[in-house]
């Protein structure tokens, strides 16, 4: 079992990370268009557009890939003294009441709409028009796969209200936590210089 969630979230991390690379594309698309506007005063009527559906590929596919690394944000003010099997008894009755009918519905509806713009080649309304059908199909695709995330979700507070210990998730690169660094080496909040150094170097060696 464990192995099973393990493989769906690395599906999701590999989902969400594949789909980040948008912000290269987007962040490139703006740089050109600014020099093409301001610079050979050559504006482009399709790049908003364009913009648009990368920020909003970037925004879909966020959900599961946020799921898996349990990182969405939680009202931690009395969730976090709850002992786990408190935990993952709020975790289960949320996932059933609220995400499971809402996730369900988006996925559902978004595919009867994908399918409608596909069916009228559905274009973006400008002098320059971009195919809108093939970007609505994210709508779908980031529904299943925050569903199956959200699936696997319900499955570790089963776990949880069994044995009283939420299941462990596979490691992933994350950003440094620099109070856990400074408790690991000893360091006291005045010594900056010290601190900044270790920082430097534990950066260096992901």
């Not at 698309?29 to 020099?35: G, K, P, Q, T």
């Not at 299941?167 to 690169?173: G, I, L, S, W």
């Not at 909040?189 to 150094?197: C, F, H, K, N, P």
Request: with cysteine; proline share 4%.
């Amino acid at each position: 079992m464990q192995q099973f969630l393990w493989t769906v979230d690395r599906l999701s991390t590999w989902f969400g990370k594949l789909c980040a690379w948008s912000v290269v594309v987007l962040t490139a698309l703006i740089c050109a268009e600014v020099f093409s506007r301001y610079v050979l005063n050559k504006p482009n009527a399709w790049v908003l557009d364009a913009q648009i559906m990368l920020y909003g590929l970037l925004f879909m596919s966020a959900g599961a890939y946020t799921l898996a690394k349990n990182g969405h944000v939680r009202g931690d003010v009395l969730y976090g003294f709850f002992k786990p099997r408190t935990q993952a008894s709020v975790d289960l009755t949320l996932y059933i009441l609220f995400f499971l009918p809402g996730i369900l519905a988006l996925t559902w509806a978004g595919w009867t709409f994908a399918n409608d713009s596909l069916a009228i080649r559905e274009q973006t309304f400008n002098a320059d028009p971009l195919p809108v059908y093939p970007f609505k199909f994210v709508v779908p695709v980031a529904g299943a796969m925050l569903l199956l995330q959200g699936l696997v979700e319900i499955v570790r507070c089963v776990i949880c209200l069994k044995t009283g210990e939420w299941p462990t998730r596979e490691d992933d690169v994350q950003e440094v936590d620099v109070d856990k660094l400074k408790e690991m080496v000893n360091v006291k909040d005045g010594d900056i210089e010290s601190l900044d150094r270790l920082v430097v170097q534990q950066k260096g060696g992901q």
